[in-house]
């Protein structure tokens, strides 16, 4: 789904708007009407009045819904797997069933057909859930042709796609043959097929191709799958594998008579999903329900309400432990297997004023924050700020949004100015003073600064000899600054720039220029501003600012997620067993989501990351930073610093300064970062250079 960001809603407040829920959703879009809405809009590409008269609310709400949704972060090119994942009846499903995820897609009234809905799930979940190296065995179906068609997954290396079923000589367009094909393409993957018919004429046919060495070494590479996606269809005789005439040769009513409630894998199973025995059983080629089971994510696609007896016998068996449907289906299921709170859960959908008191029977919708009101939160902080630190810096014509050091730029130095977003405190109003940063610009929470207010700084920090602009390597703030950079030539200062790019999981290192900037801002503010207050040339300081940042290396870690202010509600999910390493600092994804680990671990997985880029040797000297994204405490920081000195003493590497703390947070992230800045005499000298500002403090 292709959305375009809307720059006036990124730089500017959040609605809130009152009257959003004081108008009842139906229940068929159950407790997150938000995700409900962007679905509708972006997937369905139904208008607005459209929504409302679906929904049954007004269009001044939807369009409400539409744009908080984009300020909120559900919305960015796509709406991400983890919120379908987080609605109600997904959480039920996954609770009741067991399951290790489950995404559901609205129910609408038929605007678009359910299947076409569901393959669009199924292939974002696929982005998420398919890595390089695996096997994944594709089962033939409808549904999950239509996965396989809006699939398109790159960069993935070594995937194997194996035909789980044998072929067909049938005309429809989902064949065994078609929809592994379809995925081979979709992943540029290696594709194996079954060389053998799906159905034979004779238990003798098969046992005489399955002892022949081809399809013994396909079937050999097929019990290698490590993932399988495949369909559930149902026993009524219009259901489309009945109608496909893949089964015309034998009566369906051999497999009612015993209670047959589906058919998974081209398998019959009772409505318990034990196997039913049959006729075919001894003719049919393809992936058997124990091998299906023995498999390690097993991932079906599924939906319609004709279908839910036999996708609840399917997770009755065990055969699914990743479900996509929708939310009439899911209700259903649930319905079927004696869950009824649901229903009540449901009811209990979220309320976007501040105000709503819990449920009574505890359901919270929202984290509590000392706020006043949400659409001022950044104004208010900022006011504070200036207040509290105002030995260290003022505003700049009483513009809060530019702030310059009340001790740093004179005539005859080199300026700095730096600037982000807000949400990242300190960072980054924290690191101006004598030493440091002469100015910076504040954008909105996890936004970028306007051009106006960094041409601001730029005016304030100029002291003749050039000014150097410092600042993350995040698209906005690239076009920001650079457009601010252009109207000060226009007034004869001159701008030279160093991007940000420590971050180390978010690019591979022959993309270091696509990297993002993070934590280790901090030590490569410290050395630009070093090196500006010692009289350095803009040359000179935009090159060892390079330097530093070329040898600062960050990985981050998150366990939980943050909350935004406007909405006190959480910006991304993860499980409560999981962490997610690589985690950026707006909630950006990282490079894998692993299961809870001991802090040894977690360290351990950072530094071998660092150690493999940096590459240091015995004797060399390193500035480490151990920093908190907002709600780890110090007791657990330092728990992690112990570790980092344990591995740097191993390499015979000594720490020549440390800090450890909150210097670069995520609002109220929990999680934290490790950023290793490799030191050789000039960048130590610049670490060393006294500063004083509001957060950071070197002395003589």
Request: hydrophobic fraction near 40%.
């Amino acid at each position: 789904m292709t959305v375009k960001t809307s720059s006036a809603r990124k730089n500017g407040s959040v609605r809130n708007s009152a009257d959003d829920a004081s108008e009842p959703i139906p229940l068929r879009f159950g407790d997150d009407p938000y995700v409900w809405a962007c679905w509708l809009y972006y997937e369905d590409g139904m208008t607005q009045g459209d929504i409302a008269d679906t929904m049954g609310i007004s269009r001044a709400t939807v369009n409400s819904y539409l744009a908080d949704a984009r300020a909120r972060g559900i919305v960015n090119i796509s709406i991400e797997p983890s919120r379908l994942s987080s609605l109600t009846i997904a959480q039920e499903l996954k609770r009741h069933f067991g399951l290790q995820d489950c995404l559901v897609v609205p129910s609408d009234d038929n605007t678009r057909p359910l299947i076409d809905r569901l393959g669009r799930a199924g292939a974002q979940a696929l982005q998420r859930l398919l890595k390089s190296g695996d096997t994944l065995a594709v089962v033939w179906g409808r549904t999950v042709m239509a996965v396989g068609e809006q699939t398109s997954i790159s960069g993935l290396q070594d995937v194997t796609v194996v035909q789980a079923t044998g072929g067909t000589s049938a005309t429809f367009a989902y064949t065994p043959e078609l929809c592994a094909a379809a995925f081979a393409d979709a992943v540029d993957a290696r594709l194996i097929n079954i060389a053998a018919p799906a159905i034979v004429s004779a238990p003798d046919v098969r046992n005489i191709l399955l002892r022949e060495p081809l399809i013994e070494s396909q079937f050999e590479a097929l019990s290698h799958a490590n993932k399988v996606i495949f369909g559930i269809a149902s026993m009524r005789p219009n259901s489309t594998i009945h109608t496909s005439g893949f089964f015309e040769s034998v009566s369906l009513q051999q497999y009612l008579a015993k209670d047959a409630a589906g058919i998974v894998a081209g398998r019959f199973i009772d409505g318990q999903g034990r196997p039913v025995a049959g006729p075919l059983d001894d003719r049919t080629i393809g992936i058997s329900l124990d091998m299906l089971k023995k498999i390690g994510l097993r991932i079906a696609v599924a939906g319609g309400f004709d279908k839910v007896p036999a996708i609840l016998a399917a997770l009755r068996g065990g055969y699914v432990n990743v479900l996509i449907t929708d939310a009439a289906t899911g209700r259903g299921i649930l319905h079927a297997d004696g869950v009824t709170e649901v229903d009540q859960k449901l009811l209990q959908r979220p309320r976007v004023e501040i105000g709503t008191p819990p449920s009574a029977t505890g359901f919270r919708t929202h984290i509590k924050k000392f706020l006043n009101n949400p659409d001022e939160v950044v104004e208010e902080m900022l006011y504070g700020a200036v207040k509290a630190h105002a030995a260290y810096l003022e505003p700049v014509d009483s513009s809060r949004r530019a702030l310059v050091a009340r001790t740093g730029p004179r005539a005859g130095k080199v300026g700095l100015v730096i600037g982000g977003g807000t949400g990242h405190e300190p960072a980054f109003f924290g690191y101006v003073g004598k030493g440091l940063a002469d100015a910076v610009a504040v954008g909105n929470i996890f936004s970028s600064p306007p051009p106006g207010p960094i041409l601001q700084c730029t005016r304030a920090a100029s002291g003749g000899e050039g000014v150097l602009f410092v600042y993350g390597n995040y698209a906005g703030d690239v076009m920001n600054f650079e457009m601010a950079a252009e109207m000060a030539a226009e007034e004869n200062i001159a701008v030279r720039t160093v991007v940000t790019t420590d971050d180390i999981a978010s690019s591979p290192l022959e993309d270091r220029e696509g990297r993002r900037g993070v934590a280790g801002n901090f030590f490569i503010f410290k050395v630009a501003g070093a090196a500006c207050d010692r009289g350095l040339s803009l040359a000179a300081c935009e090159t060892a600012t390079r330097k530093a940042n070329a040898r600062t290396f960050t990985m981050g870690v998150a366990l939980e997620p943050c909350s935004l202010p406007q909405t006190r509600r959480h910006n991304f999910e993860i499980g409560p067993d999981d962490i997610e390493i690589g985690m950026g600092i707006h909630g950006e994804p990282g490079v894998i989501r692993e299961k809870m680990m001991t802090a040894d671990e977690i360290t351990d997985r950072v530094m071998d990351r660092i150690f493999a880029e940096m590459k240091p040797a015995s004797g060399d000297r390193v500035a480490v930073l151990v920093n908190s994204f907002g709600a780890t405490p110090l007791m657990e920081l330092y728990i992690l610093f112990r570790r980092v000195e344990q591995r740097l003493s191993a390499k015979s590497i000594a720490i020549e300064a440390n800090w450890v703390g909150h210097y670069c947070t995520s609002l109220d992230m929990v999680g934290a970062s490790i950023s290793i800045l490799h030191l050789d005499q000039e960048l130590t000298e610049l670490l060393h250079h006294p500063c004083d500002t509001a957060f950071l403090r070197v002395a003589n």
